[in-house]
């Protein structure tokens, strides 16, 4: 596709559970951002992936997250014995890197996780 | 620390009226500032962008401004419309990276 495929869009899961939310960037980009958003809240920075670089994972709540990105492309967001508080919509954004910076972010339509 | 603050948090206004949303940030050496936004249950979407040369810049009703001394920005909405009610969601870029703000949640009523 031409934008940024997120997949599922919604999760209900029970609590103790562990979930996988799955983000497609846009070809050929090779930041790849997570976030998430709580209900009425901002956004608030998880993980930020580069091309081969280690990634930035300065912004993951606790070590119940974790993320992943294969071959530059596909990035899986795993939340591990989920509580309720992780209940929020997950955003996955990428840009291309031009001239050292990062271009405009493309975001994808997010993954509802409600945690029961 | 984040290093992009938005304020308010939260604002409500009535339609057809005017409005100014903040940003400042504190990240050096400073790339490009973009204003991103987001509809409820949608992903942001750009609005504008800056670089470090360009003080002011509009799309449509929307006019942002920037002041790269005090680090500092601004997005002024014109004749508000219902269809403006959204988070606004500054965005800079700096050293190769970008940090977002956490937004700005406005609300046009009728």
């Known amino acids: 596709g031409a934008g940024v495929s997120q997949s599922p869009s919604n999760k209900v899961t029970e609590k103790g559970k562990d979930v996988e939310l799955r983000c497609d960037p846009i070809?050929?980009?090779?930041?790849l951002y997570w976030y998430r958003q709580s209900l009425g809240q901002g956004l608030e920075f998880l993980i930020y992936?580069?091309?081969?670089?280690?990634?930035?994972k300065s912004g993951l709540p606790s070590d119940r997250f974790s993320a992943e990105r294969t071959g530059g492309s596909v990035s899986t967001l795993t939340i591990q014995r989920t509580q309720q508080e992780d209940s929020a919509v997950y955003l996955c954004?990428?840009?291309?890197?031009?001239?050292?910076?990062?271009?405009?972010?493309?975001f994808g339509q997010g993954t509802r996780l409600t945690v029961v | 620390k984040n290093q992009v603050e938005q304020s308010p948090q939260s604002l409500i206004i009535l339609e057809g009226k005017n409005c100014t949303l903040q940003?400042?940030?504190?990240?050096?050496?400073?790339?490009?500032l973009r204003w991103y936004k987001q509809d409820t249950g949608r992903g942001p979407v750009s609005l504008t962008i800056?670089?470090?040369?360009?003080n002011t810049k509009s799309n449509g009703r929307y006019t942002a401004t920037l002041d790269a001394d005090t680090k500092q920005s601004s997005l002024h909405i014109t004749a508000s419309q219902l269809s403006d009610s959204a988070s606004y969601i500054c965005?800079?870029?700096?050293?190769?990276?970008?940090?977002f703000g956490a937004g700005t949640r406005l609300t046009v009523k009728p």
């Open positions: 954004a990428s840009s291309l890197r031009q001239g050292g910076f990062d271009t405009e972010a493309f």
């Open positions: 070809s050929g980009h090779t930041a």
């Open positions: 992936f580069q091309g081969n670089s280690a990634p930035d």
């Open positions: 940003c400042n940030y504190t990240v050096s050496p400073f790339s490009n």
């Open positions: 800056m670089t470090f040369s360009e």
């Open positions: 965005v800079v870029s700096y050293l190769g990276d970008m940090r």
